[in-house]
């Protein structure tokens, strides 16, 4: 089973930037796609975005359409999350999933995961 780990998360302000990793271990990586989510303090976790695994196609939730955007590199086993033009609201826990598909079923949560969740990366956007 496939074991995905996040990091790159920090404190920024306003306005400035962020690139998330979801390093993997064990599986095919090459095999899955991988979709982000976050958790935002005393809210329901949402589903931000996610690419497929032969990185042609990726969907973006409303909320940061235009703001962030995914990408892969198979050859590192990583897949990142450039966020651009973070707004406080963009604050929380933000986690990487494996699924066999990208489509909106997967940023809607209706789609099962193939690994469990892990620990997360905290993106903290505050003046």
């Known amino acids: 089973q496939v074991q995905l780990v996040e990091s790159g998360g920090g404190l920024v302000q306003p306005g400035g930037s962020l690139r998330l990793s979801c390093a993997a271990s064990g599986g095919t990586f090459q095999q899955y796609a991988i979709g982000w989510f976050r958790r935002a303090p005393g809210k329901e976790r949402e589903g931000v975005s996610c690419?497929?695994?032969?990185?042609?196609?990726?969907y973006y939730a409303d909320s940061v359409k235009g703001r962030f955007t995914m990408s892969r590199d198979n050859a590192k086993i990583t897949v990142y999350l450039e966020m651009n033009s973070l707004k406080p609201e963009d604050t929380g826990v933000y986690y990487c999933?494996?699924?066999?598909?990208?489509?909106?079923?997967?940023?809607?949560?209706?789609?099962?995961?193939?690994?469990?969740w892990g620990q997360g990366t905290q993106v903290t956007v505050s003046s």
């Open positions: 999933l494996a699924f066999p598909l990208c489509n909106s079923a997967v940023v809607a949560g209706t789609l099962r995961p193939l690994n469990y």
């Open positions: 690419i497929s695994s032969r990185d042609d196609y990726t």
